[in-house]
């Protein structure tokens, strides 16, 4: 031992340890073969790692397993773990193989060295608590490790619902702002038929309706854990009263009401909800990013584009064009979907690599599932209130572009047929004037008449504007 390190020795062999860490000798050796991301795993992790540690230490000790002595210990270092002490010790990447094997092993050695302090051992001396023989007992990585990653995707997704809340209510509001805003309705990027600005922002918000309603189911599907299962499933080196005992006692440690998954095999070995759920993010993801690009095409110009809407300025938008300002926040907001979508993808492929009775490749799904989670949670935060709240109505294009298009058309044809109405609609195009004054001029219909059946308005609700002309 120096003043720096003290020597641990594992089932490797001897390995240099900082002195002063919590850790010991194999997250040390993570540090060295898992330089990848230079992200450790997020603080939920660790506070879900040190609940699911002390369930199972009070399983044990209940079921005789686990001495009170030794028990009461491990049960205060679990304490300080969830209560965020010791958040410098967990250092490992969150990319790794071995399947989580490094992130478990950390959060076994910095209990066990904690709980030896705590009896008056030094760090590094498992004598009387070991981080496999007792912080382990019952366990295994492949149970351990997907139960804390799924408890920690629960607790992370409340705030995501939380924001996506807000986002649908603001755009509810701003719906009700724009209901006398009548602007073209475009198909194919074409002019089509009115439509009112409120209509469109009322559908942006039913579909956000429909993601919440997806999250949240998918997400309570996590609550099925495997722990309990062990290595391949099989509860091998569990008492058979530990699977349910520690999972009952979770759901009172953790406040989330997880269950024990129905085939523990099935549980250790297929990633599927995992998979559902983050795909759940992927189609809002969709839904955002398809919501952001339109209000850039609306919003575009601002004199030379379709400048329907405004939208609040935020920073200069150019190191060379005076006065340009960008839509930075729906660029961010589309630059985040498309990387949950890239996610999707990782997830994908681990999920379906995984061989045989486990999975391996969890670490980096449950990274990408951890960061959509995080990246959409804060996109949406500064999307409702750096742009959506601030939106504004540019009332007077909006009826302008309307006024211009061919969209009266489609109001005329039930009352003069599609053939005549198309001809028109040509023929203004073709010599740049107005389906009315055309009309008008034509004395195809009356003034009156015209008023009736043009009535933008009208036209956005369900119905033909007007009585049928003779």
């Not at 705030?159 to 755009?171: G, M, N, P, S, V």
């Amino acid at each position: 031992m120096t003043d720096k390190f003290r020597i641990e020795v594992d089932s490797i062999g001897e390995y240099t340890v900082p002195v002063s860490a919590y850790y010991g000798s194999q997250t040390a050796r993570s540090l060295n073969n898992f330089n990848i991301t230079g992200q450790r795993i997020p603080q939920q992790m660790i506070k879900s790692l040190g609940m699911t540690k002390k369930a199972c230490a009070i399983a044990n000790n209940r079921l005789g397993h686990l001495d009170d002595e030794r028990f009461k210990y491990i049960k205060a270092a679990c304490d300080e773990v969830i209560a965020g002490q010791f958040d410098d010790d967990f250092v490992t990447d969150m990319i790794q193989g071995g399947a989580g094997t490094s992130v478990n092993m950390n959060a076994n050695e910095v209990i066990a060295n904690r709980a030896s302090q705590l009896a008056g051992y030094p760090l590094g001396e498992y004598g009387f608590i070991h981080p496999n023989d007792h912080i382990n007992y019952s366990q295994s990585t492949n149970d351990v490790y997907p139960t804390a990653g799924k408890l920690t995707a629960i607790y992370l997704i409340d705030d995501l619902l939380a924001e996506i809340k807000l986002l649908r209510h603001t755009l509810l509001k701003k719906a009700e702002e724009f209901d006398d805003v009548i602007k073209l309705g475009r198909t194919h990027l074409q002019d089509a038929v009115p439509i009112r600005l409120s209509q469109e922002f009322h559908a942006y918000a039913s579909a956000f309706s429909r993601d919440f309603n997806r999250i949240q189911e998918s997400f309570q599907a996590l609550r099925a854990i495997n722990l309990g299962a062990t290595a391949v499933g099989t509860g091998l080196n569990a008492d058979e009263n530990f699977r349910y005992l520690s999972v009952s006692t979770l759901s009172d440690i953790s406040g989330i009401d997880v269950i024990s998954v129905v085939d523990l095999v099935d549980g250790t070995r297929n990633v599927d909800p995992l998979v559902w759920a983050h795909s759940s993010l992927n189609t809002f993801a969709t839904s955002l990013s398809k919501m952001s690009s339109d209000f850039r095409l609306m919003a575009s110009g601002p004199k030379a584009g379709l400048g329907e809407i405004r939208l609040p300025e935020m920073q200069p938008g150019s190191s060379i064009m005076p006065g340009k300002v960008n839509p930075v926040i729906l660029e961010v907001t589309n630059q985040v979907c498309f990387q949950v979508f890239g996610n999707q993808v990782t997830i994908t492929k681990a999920a379906e690599a995984g061989q045989l009775e486990l999975n391996v490749f969890e670490p980096v799904l449950f990274y990408n599932l951890f960061q959509s989670i995080q990246i959409l949670t804060n996109v949406c935060e500064t999307l409702r209130v750096n742009c959506i709240d601030g939106i504004e109505a540019n009332r007077e294009r909006c009826e302008e572009l309307v006024e211009i298009s061919s969209a009266p058309a489609t109001a005329l044809a039930p009352h003069i047929g599609y053939k005549k109405a198309s001809e028109l609609a040509k023929e203004a195009m073709r010599e740049n004037k107005k389906m009315r004054e055309l009309i008008l001029e034509k004395e195809i219909m009356s003034e009156s008449e015209l008023d009736e059946v043009l009535d933008l308005m009208k036209m956005t609700h369900p119905g033909i504007p007007g009585r049928r002309h003779k």
